[in-house]
């Protein structure tokens, strides 16, 4: 790691650059506390949008909000909050540097504020701290970084700070696209917590280079009524619904030798409600998770080869969860190890901590899934990590926050100077 620790046992200095790419510590831990202390579960951004806007622009970095609009399913209206870096040679590549300002709702079992932004023994506490606004931190002190550095850019930076990704359709990111903030990117970094959530076990500094996918199943289940004394006379959907859950469960999936096996997890059954009625309807959610290779079209068709084998007796419909677009879908990507933007990562790793990064795959989705696979960018995951994400006591290691700014910034300048 570095030298130069203060009476509180943090790193001093992260940073051993130049001083035209230093990222300072306790400027980057004050900026995390402030946005820790601002409340931004998904849906509930407006604060957050506003904090990050004025930020950027007391620093003469030209934010704009680019508005997010779901009118049909969720009535959300949000900001993303949008920067640019614009470089030299129009020819060269642009980096996209994506983190999102929401968190989950705020979860009822913390035994103290979980807004505090308190800090201990190198860990600093609250909703979101670890996922993601540590990395959020992260990426915003870069882009002031290399903003205010000597190096000469040619190619642009791009900084998204986006709302809803841990909602139901990641809006923000989704947004990014349609609206064509990604056309002219030509690579991406997201700052998502990597190592707490990698396919295998990897301690940071490390890179994750993909992401396994996931579709959601929506199944109807159509059995007959009638009276509960008899249920031979009827066909129960809920007891349907049951086997159907069980036999997803044990379906085989797909695997890859980067992101590993695919995965099923039923996630809610909904049926029946008179009493002494045999339940006509239900409906079945399944959760499953893809690796490169499996289509839309395989999925559904080893469901339906599930019900088939299965042989019940109601009537099945395998559908996916309804969307605001026919489009919006998480697939799995895998990014090159030979890819300029890995290579400077890592070399920026190595400058910043002395270490090789070790090299993982994320097991579950995110806008990185936009990025990776609809977008088409080569996209790499590199956060800090910390624990309970999701969790009362979340929380981020305040050294990876910096050390994450500092590989981010040094290695933008390599890819763009």
Avoid at 270 to 280: A, I, M, R, W
Avoid at 378 to 390: C, F, K, Q, S
Wanted: overall charge negative; some cysteine; hydrophobic content about 35%.
């Amino acid at each position: 790691m570095t030298d130069g620790r203060d009476v509180d046992g943090r790193d001093a200095s992260v940073s051993d650059a130049p001083n035209s790419l230093a990222v300072d510590y306790d400027e980057t831990v004050s900026l995390l506390q402030d946005l820790v202390r601002i409340p931004s579960p998904y849906f509930e951004e407006d604060e957050m949008s506003e904090f990050v806007y004025e930020w950027l622009d007391e620093r003469g970095l030209d934010p704009e909000y680019h508005r997010v609009s779901e009118p049909d399913i969720t009535e959300y209206e949000g900001r993303n909050v949008v920067a640019r870096l614009a470089g030299s040679d129009s020819d060269a590549p642009t980096l996209l540097l994506n983190a999102h300002m929401d968190t989950v709702l705020i979860v009822e079992d913390w035994d103290e504020d979980p807004t505090s932004g308190r800090i201990e023994d190198g860990k600093l506490y609250g909703q979101g701290a670890c996922d993601m606004k540590g990395g959020l931190a992260a990426v915003m002190k870069a882009f002031e970084a290399l903003a205010e550095s000597d190096a000469e850019l040619r190619g642009d930076v791009l900084l998204t700070a986006v709302v809803d990704e841990e909602g139901p359709y990641g809006l923000g990111t989704d947004r990014l696209i349609r609206d064509g903030y990604t056309d002219d990117c030509d690579m991406a970094v997201v700052t998502e917590p990597g190592p707490v959530l990698a396919q295998e076990d990897v301690e940071n500094p490390a890179l994750l280079l993909g992401a396994r996918g996931r579709f959601l199943y929506d199944i109807e289940v159509r059995g007959k009524a009638a009276h509960g004394s008899k249920p031979s006379e009827g066909v129960n959907a809920v007891a349907d619904a049951g086997r159907l859950a069980a036999g997803l469960a044990e379906m085989e999936t797909g695997t890859h030798p980067k992101l590993g096996d695919g995965s099923v997890c039923p996630l809610k059954i909904e049926g029946g409600s008179q009493t002494l009625s045999v339940p006509e309807r239900a409906r079945l959610m399944v959760d499953r998770h893809v690796v490169v290779g499996e289509t839309e079209e395989d999925v559904r068709a080893d469901a339906e080869r599930v019900v088939s084998e299965l042989g019940v007796e109601s009537e099945v419909d395998v559908g996916f969860r309804e969307a605001p677009s026919d489009d919006i879908r998480y697939g799995p990507y895998v990014t090159d190890e030979d890819h300029p933007l890995v290579t400077s990562l890592a070399a920026a790793t190595r400058e910043v901590t002395g270490e090789d990064p070790a090299y993982g795959y994320f097991s579950s989705v995110g806008d990185f899934n936009y990025l990776g696979d609809r977008a088409g960018l080569p996209t790499v995951i590199l956060g800090p990590d910390g624990g309970n994400i999701h969790a009362a006591g979340e929380f981020v290691r305040l050294d990876d926050v910096v050390e994450v700014a500092d590989v981010v910034t040094r290695a933008a300048a390599d890819l763009l100077g």
